[in-house]
């Protein structure tokens, strides 16, 4: 099978692109520098595995056109392809500027499309491939301190489920994976914060403080690793009749059993958790508000 994954620099698309070259797939794994690309072939020899590094920039369209185009020379087509690239943003809404919200948008949801535009009318001529979107349990359920990076996640869910029927009778099956929280460089060197995040003027600064601590205690107890997540886009690419969605964690499954099945859902695991930080930071008192008990 041949498959372009892109965001495979670090995190969970250089765990797929490892697993899925060790499972035996041709893979063209996506950077977006040339020192990536050396590190990416250093980690996949390291792993024993063979892959080809290609540079791609998924928020210029003439990067992406010239990635596809020289994987389909060179092995012909393409089998499957894997959304994974993407950046985050940590910050109250008023502490976000409307260009980093721009930015966040081009590369989560236009540059998902971009990319799915290039590959799509090979697919659909050759009427059979894959398309795995990486998107989030921020997909499913909304987070303090990361409005604008799950509206880019919600963005995503829409377009995917939209995506999947649209495509459906040309043989082209769409995936939606959502993975729980996970420990990668997006919580350390790739950890992205609004411009005025810390600004000490902000009134949500002690806020986002205390949610970026309790954000940081789940991530450190979390235990779905990249590989999960990589496992689970083989199943995508290679099931007789692939899910439209895959959600990886025990965190991230159980948002979504309780939100489809939970009528308290909103009450119990948003508006109570903004509850205990507003009353830790001192904005609201115990006896401003009670936390609901019927959920």
């Known amino acids: 099978m041949r498959v372009l994954v ?14 899925l ?4 797939m041709q893979v063209y794994a996506s950077v977006r520098q040339e020192q990536e690309a050396e590190r990416l072939a250093a980690e996949a020899q390291a792993r024993g595995v063979t892959l080809r590094a290609v540079r791609l920039d998924i928020t210029d369209p003439s990067s992406v056109e010239a990635a596809v185009q020289t994987m389909i020379a060179e092995v012909g ?20 500027v409307e260009g980093e919200i721009r930015e966040l948008f081009e590369v989560n949801v236009l540059g998902t499309m971009k990319v799915i535009r290039a590959v799509l009318p ?7 491939g894959r ?22 996640k919600f963005a995503q869910e829409g377009f995917g489920e939209s995506l999947a029927q649209e495509v459906w009778p040309f043989g082209v099956r769409v995936s939606l994976i959502a993975p729980d929280i996970i420990q990668t460089e997006r919580w ?31 991530v450190h107890y979390s235990r779905t690793t990249p590989n999960a997540v990589a496992a689970t886009v ?19 499954r159980l948002i979504f059993f309780l ?37």
């Open 77 to 96: 087509g393409i089998d499957g392809l894997v959304n994974n690239a993407g950046v985050g943003l940590r910050g109250f809404f008023e502490d976000c």
């Open 131 to 152: 398309i795995v979107i990486v998107t989030s349990v921020a997909g499913r359920a909304g987070a303090i301190g990361v409005s604008a990076y799950c509206a880019t």
């Open 122 to 128: 090979t697919m659909r001529q050759a009427r059979h």
């Open 6 to 19: 892109t965001g495979c620099s670090t995190g969970l698309g250089l765990a797929t692109a490892i697993h």
């Open 21 to 24: 070259a060790g499972r035996g």
């Open 234 to 252: 083989y199943d995508a690419l290679t099931a007789k009749e692939p899910k439209i969605r895959y959600m990886v964690g025990r965190r991230a």
């Open 188 to 218: 350390t060197t790739n950890r992205r914060y609004a411009q005025r995040a810390f600004d000490p003027d902000s009134p949500y600064l002690r806020l986002f403080q205390l949610s970026e601590r309790h954000a940081d205690t789940i």
């Open 259 to 295: 939100r489809r099945y939970l009528p308290g859902f909103e009450k119990g695991m948003i508006l109570n958790p903004i509850r205990r930080v507003a009353r830790e930071a001192g904005i609201i008192q115990t006896s401003d508000v009670s936390e609901t008990s019927d959920v």
